[in-house]
């Protein structure tokens, strides 16, 4: 059974500063890796989708990179803003039509003013 | 259009009651997916379409019913919910395709009295 770890569980930081999420799974079988990020009691927005044969993706201030062998993929985020503050899931999609998407439990991303 | 809607955003329902949520997109997606969250948890699978073919959760619980009238809508049919379900509902849709992009409505917030 697939299982995502997002490390850290929560972080808060100054405004500016460059910053690295990290998800982790334990099954290399991966069709593609998706970022969202969730605003309290709200849905999720897709913010970057790397598919398994490539190395990254990047979107404005945002780069996220996947190392399928190893099961690792990081989500940067550059110049970070008051408006960056929100929970941050990664999800995998592992399987063909029947499957849906196995996420992490989050990073709680808190950026100070 | 790149929209997922759901309606309604928020309801409150009775153990007894019989309710339903619906879900649109006209993105011409085949594959639409039923997505539960407890608070502070990442979205659990609950069902999915693809080309109008449900696959199933076998830990869903009976009382939840899905249907696809046609490939742009989704319904959730909810019967004698207990308290435990409440929940935000979140609605995705994706081609699919081995690239298999999933995009979330903003969700239903379920609260069972």
């Known amino acids: 059974k697939q299982e995502v770890t997002q490390i850290p569980a929560a972080l808060s930081v100054p405004e500016g500063e460059n910053l690295v999420l990290n998800c982790s799974f334990t099954d290399s079988a991966i069709y593609n890796l998706q970022w969202f990020r969730q605003d309290p009691g709200k849905g999720l927005t897709s913010l970057l989708l790397i598919q398994s044969s490539q190395r990254e993706q990047t979107s404005g201030r945002l780069n996220a990179s996947l190392d399928k062998s190893s099961g690792r993929s990081t989500l940067y985020i550059a110049a970070s803003q008051p408006g960056d503050s929100a929970t941050y899931l990664c999800a995998v999609f592992s399987g063909g039509g029947a499957d849906g998407l196995t996420f992490g439990k989050g990073t709680h991303l808190i950026i100070q003013p | ?113």
Request: charge should be positive.
């Open chain 2, 1 to 113: 259009d790149t929209e997922v809607t759901q309606t309604p955003k928020h309801l409150v329902m009775g153990m007894t009651n019989k309710k339903s949520l619906k879900c649109e997109q006209h993105m011409g997606h085949r594959a639409m997916y039923w997505y539960k969250q407890k608070a502070k948890k990442p979205p659990e699978l609950m069902f999915v379409y693809s080309y109008e073919k449900l696959s199933i959760n076998e830990s869903v619980p009976s009382r939840f019913s899905p249907e696809c009238p046609n490939s742009s809508l989704l319904n959730l049919h909810l019967h004698a919910l207990q308290p435990e379900d409440s929940a935000l509902y979140l609605c995705a849709s994706s081609l699919p395709s081995s690239a298999n992009e999933q995009f979330f409505g903003p969700g239903t917030r379920l609260t069972v009295l």
